[in-house]
């Protein structure tokens, strides 16, 4: 069973930047880095929505478009780690932030990665 814990969110300003960790742990009978990751969020009364996701090789990233140049997802597979740097951040953007990780899927669908963090508030005030 893998575990997810994000930390990092908070309140901000617009134009200001934030960075998310999430941080996996547990028994798998695969290493951590042979784990897709992926980033998503939910804003009250939407649906939960993807932002970002990184292949397990670290060297492919997929962003959704309202994000793009603004956010960057990387990982660091020595701590088993998915880190999620969001700058010029717009009210737009606040939510409940959620990583979600696989070890076979890699890609923006929600319903397809097996693993999920319990989330963590980004709030951007005007």
């Known amino acids: 069973q893998v575990q997810l814990v994000e930390s990092g969110g908070g309140l901000v300003q617009a134009g200001g930047s934030l960075r998310l960790s999430c941080t996996a742990s547990?028994?798998?009978?695969?290493?951590?880095?042979?784990?897709?990751m992926g980033w998503f969020r939910q804003a009250p009364g939407k649906d939960r929505e993807f932002v970002a996701s990184?292949?397990?090789?670290?060297?492919?990233?997929y962003y959704t478009d309202s994000v793009k140049g603004r956010f960057t997802i990387s990982r660091e597979n020595g701590e088993n780690t998915v880190y999620l740097q969001m700058s010029n951040l717009k009210p737009e953007d606040t939510a409940v932030y959620y990583c979600?990780?696989?070890?076979?899927?890699?890609?923006?669908?929600?319903?397809?990665?097996?693993?999920w963090g319990q989330g963590t508030q980004v709030t951007v005030s005007s």
């Open positions: 979600a990780a696989d070890a076979s899927y890699f890609g923006r669908s929600r319903n397809a990665y097996d693993y």
């Open positions: 547990g028994r798998t009978s695969t290493s951590y880095s042979t784990y897709s």
């Open positions: 990184i292949k397990w090789s670290g060297d492919i990233t």
